[in-house]
């Protein structure tokens, strides 16, 4: 019977082993992802034990800090943010029972000092032991307040968003989205948030970050893309000559140019340039274009720009929305993308849907010379002993030659001088655009663009600009905010330089 | 050395664990609690010497190793029961003398001879299936999310099945220790008493809707019915019995339906129409699941090293509770917090060897009886074990059963001290004639 004992010990023991490996399993290797649930309240609450560091806007106006508490013999540090609703967006909520998002989401390593060196980490497990309170890191953002506030003014009763990126850099200068919400209130007094409505659109969804997550139809801001694999491709120049009838033939089929509302029936230009197309925004000489180069090589050309991922900004990859061809809300793969309609495609219809960042990145690779940068809040981590970590930039890649990326100014410098863009014209500043109007159906309000950078010749902030259902053009709209935008932000670089 | 000596050395030793586990509560909270309290320490140690000096007498020969280790594993859990609550711990501290009086009151009855346990072994029979349908009963019957495991008369509440169950164990080894020859034959008709246990053990989960206490029934009657006979084929028959019988009451059993849904998908991205809420949709993790996810977080949070003793984080600010029944099946994620995963893999390694010296005993046992016995009532703590924290870390379905020794629970504490008197008898008549 021996022989059987053993038997019944050793998988006795087994089990029990299973259960040391089950042990690590959850307390080793899915613990991070664990932490990181939105409804792990311990996580939570045992984080607001710890001194949160500030977040600072670039000029160190305080964004964030924090509300001590004392319940139970324990200290709490809950958080308020000062600014409320103006940099919502990009700096999120850290609370106990709804969670986190933004910044106080994806830099809570900063923030609660988990992300020291070895012997920071050693002195915070003695503090841990010793119980003493542990001070997390404070960060800076690139984020400017003054630029920050014409945009939420601009954006004003419109649903939309509004972002700006220093293009040699990719610090993010501007993030704003519409309509907000006080992150004040999330906490104790949901209702309010949940209570938000806005006249322009329903639901208000003051929650998400449309910059960051919002997808529309690019309409023609698209063009810039089209224009950089055509002049990139090699396959066109800015002079190269079109014929444009009115519309072009896609699939056998009829795609009107923009119905102008003066004329009667759609706008045609007969005999025209690519340079001339593209300050007039003529759909149907980008509609042969993109049946020139294929749908594949559209989309190639964009994921140069960072279509097809979600951007690598340092918010939480769960607030920020990748940018491509959507079938329903499924993104396609780059192999499905070549049964796409690249006629559509190439002014920014059919099925392509992008962010407000994903716009912004590609204004601020054509400014940067063909070079994208990887986008950023976060600039500096300033430690309580006093240490400082700069951020440094990054360079996602190039995604143009730099000779397209000087064709491709000029030709949007020309919209902004003479074509669909003049409402961004800023007096003394050399300012290059591109609008978009994405018509979303007979009857149905249009999507509005505007994707800018300034000055053209030496560019010191790229933005993006969208408003949901608005009546005019994207020129009308977009491009007055975008200005305001770039004002404010070329002013205040003017002045501390 | 003396068996007896070396138990008194290894005693002192957890004492003094368990008066730095006291002391390392009462420091961390120390707003809360009273320095009253760090007698609770000494008052455990004593306890445990009056256990000790009862064994000296009875079973001076016994294994040493296992009264120190169910000493350690229960000041563990009084350690943490008293950290979430000291009111807790008191009843829990007398529930642990209640436990060592019935050790000691083992001890002293059946120091003789226990093997006359066998010629009861129908009485034990009966009792081990009136204790285990005690729950199933109106009036007095009651459940707790859901499985009906406990008795409740007037105040008083206790979990009848954990004495069933040491009661079973021996109808069990002393049933086929009689009938070894006759089932090692394995005749058909010789499976009647298999499919006749199957049968019950497919009525207690129809009544009590707990797969954990069926499938710890069912695993030790194949268990002991394996070493008896030695035919594999039975175990195997037996299992596929199970699966077949839980399928059927899968089908048929809303809550045990909900338990699998829970275990196989805890988180849900949509909303679920959630039953305590009327119906309304919610995520499952706010709903079913909520208990099993927020036990999660819990040990999630202890990561390596753990917080401390003292310093988890169970309560909200306000003080409201984070993780449900966490004092009696959830101390197991309350300790894992605390502990990490340095503390819970040496407290698993006191349950191995608990494990490992119990089927040692099994194997220098001198008569069939004692070996199905001691193996039975180690592969039994063994298996409950597994079950309930396999069942916290997600490995199987979760159910409402105790961690021995550890868990808070009067039945859980006075059955476990039952079984390691059993086991302490055996070693002893192993030992002596040895």
């Known amino acids: 019977m021996n022989a059987r004992v053993r038997l019944l010990a050793l998988s006795s023991l087994v089990m029990l082993v299973a259960l040391i490996v089950a042990s690590t399993y959850w307390q080793a290797w899915a613990a991070p992802d664990l932490a990181n649930k939105n409804d792990n309240a311990i996580r939570q609450i045992s984080e607001f034990t710890i001194d949160r560091g500030l977040i600072l806007a670039a000029d160190g106006t305080v964004l964030a800090r924090n509300r001590v508490v004392r319940t139970n013999n324990r200290t709490y540090y809950y958080r308020r943010y000062p600014l409320g609703a103006l940099t919502a967006a990009a700096v999120g909520y ?139 491709s090699g396959k066109f120049t800015p002079a190269s000559n079109f014929y444009d009838p009115g519309y072009c033939t896609d699939y056998g089929q009829r795609v009107n140019n923009f119905i102008n509302h003066d004329q009667i029936g759609p706008e045609q230009f007969g005999n025209l340039s690519l340079a001339s197309a593209f300050q007039h925004s003529v759909n149907s000489v980008f509609c042969n274009i993109g049946i ?126 003479g074509g669909t863009g003049t409402a961004a014209q800023i007096s003394g500043v050399r300012v290059a655009g591109k609008t978009g109007t994405a018509e979303n159906g007979p009857g149905r309000a249009n999507t509005t ?41 070329l002013a205040s670089t003017a002045n501390s330089n | 050395m003396s068996a007896r000596t070396r138990e008194l050395l290894i005693l002192i030793l957890v004492g003094l664990i368990t008066a730095t586990g006291f002391a390392s509560v009462y420091i961390a909270r120390q707003n809360e609690i009273s320095p009253v309290s760090l007698s609770y320490a000494g008052f455990f140690f004593v306890l445990y010497l009056t256990a000790h000096v009862v064994a000296r007498f009875t079973v001076p020969d016994a294994d040493p190793y296992l009264l120190p280790m169910a000493a350690l594993l229960t000041a563990i859990g009084l350690t943490e029961i008293y950290r979430l609550g000291q009111t807790d711990a008191l009843r829990q501290g007398l529930w642990v003398v209640i436990g060592v009086a019935a050790f000691a009151g083992t001890l002293i009855a059946l120091r003789h001879d226990f093997r006359r346990l066998e010629s009861y072994k129908y ?62 034959q394995g005749r058909l008709k010789d499976f009647g008493p298999l499919l006749a246990i199957w049968g019950c053990a497919m009525l207690v989960l129809v009544a009590t809707h707990d797969l954990g206490s069926a499938l710890l029934f069912f695993g030790i009657f194949l268990a002991i019915l394996y070493l008896a006979t030695a035919r594999l084929l039975y175990v195997g028959v037996g299992l596929v019995l199970f699966l077949a019988g839980s399928a059927g009451v899968y089908q048929t059993t809303a809550h045990v339906r909900d338990r699998v849904t829970i275990w196989l998908h805890p988180w849900t991205t949509g909303g679920v129409p959630c039953a305590t809420h009327g119906g309304a949709l919610m995520p499952r993790q706010e709903c079913g699941s909520y208990q099993l996810v927020k036990s999660l977080y819990s040990i999630a949070q202890g990561g390596f090293s753990g917080t401390g003793l003292g310093k988890g984080t169970f309560t909200l600010p306000g003080g409201g509770n984070l993780i449900p029944d966490l004092n009696t099946d959830f101390i197991f994620s309350a300790l894992a917090q605390e502990l990490g995963l340095v503390g819970i893999a040496a407290i698993l390694l006191v349950f191995m060897l608990f494990t490992v010296r119990g089927f040692r005993i099994a194997l220098v046992a001198g008569d069939g009886f004692s070996k199905l016995l001691c193996a039975g009532l180690t592969f039994g703590f063994a298996l409950q074990t597994f079950i309930i924290i396999g069942g ?18 009067g039945s859980s504490v006075v059955a476990n001290f039952i079984l390691l008197a059993a086991l302490m008898l055996v070693s002893q008549r192993a030992n002596e004639t040895a």
């Open chain 1, 449 to 489: 663009w505007f994707v800018a950078f300034a000055p053209a010749d030496a560019p010191r902030v790229a933005v993006a600009v969208v408003l949901e259902n608005q009546t005019g053009t994207g020129g009308a709209t977009a491009a007055p905010i975008a200005r305001e935008i770039m004002q404010a932000i």
């Open chain 1, 292 to 417: 020139k180069l294929g749908a594949h090589t559209l989309m190639d050309y964009a994921r140069r720009f960072g279509f097809g991922i979600k951007p690598p900004i340092d918010l939480s990859s769960y607030t920020v929305a990748a940018s491509g061809l959507y079938q329903g809300r499924r993104l396609l793969s780059a192999s499905e993308d070549n049964n796409g309609d690249a006629g559509r495609i190439a002014f920014g219809q059919y099925k392509l849907l992008v962010t407000p960042l994903q716009m912004a990145m590609v204004a601020a690779t054509v400014a940067n010379g063909g070079v994208l940068m990887r986008p950023h809040l976060v600039d500096k981590v300033i430690r309580r002993d006093g240490t400082v970590d700069k951020i440094d930039p990054q360079i996602v890649g190039r995604a143009i030659k730099p000779e397209t990326a000087a064709e491709l100014t000029q030709m949007m410098e020309a919209v902004v001088s």
């Open chain 2, 123 to 184: 009485l034990f029979g009966l009792s081990a299936l009136g204790l285990l349908f005690l729950p199933a009963l109106p009036k007095i019957g009651h459940s707790v999310n859901g499985a009906r495991l406990w008795v409740r008369v007037g105040s008083l509440q206790f979990q009848p099945g954990e004495l069933g169950k040491i009661a079973m164990i021996i109808f069990l080894a002393a049933y086929l220790h009689s009938k070894q020859e006759v089932l090692a």
């Open chain 2, 392 to 409: 916290i870390l997600r490995l199987i379905p979760l159910t409402g059963i105790t961690l021995p020794f550890i868990s808070y629970g």
């Open chain 1, 94 to 232: 850290a609370t106990q029972n709804r969670g986190r998002t933004g910044l106080e989401r994806s830099s809570s390593d900063y923030l609660t000092g988990a992300d020291q060196s070895l012997a920071g980490a050693i002195k915070q497990i003695g503090d841990r032991l010793l119980g003493s309170t542990i001070h997390g890191s404070d960060i800076r953002l690139s984020l400017n307040l003054a630029a920050q506030r014409v945009a939420m003014n601009a954006l004003g009763t419109n649903c939309g968003a509004a972002l700006a990126i220093e293009p040699s850099t990719g610090r993010v200068l501007v993030l704003a989205s519409k309509p907000s919400y006080n992150p004040n209130d999330v906490e104790n007094h949901y209702g309010r948030v949940l209570r938000i409505k806005s006249a322009s659109c329903k639901p208000a969804s003051p929650l998400s970050d449309r910059a960051t997550q919002g997808l529309y139809p690019p309409g023609s801001s698209f063009k810039v893309v089209t224009a950089a694999a055509a002049l990139d």
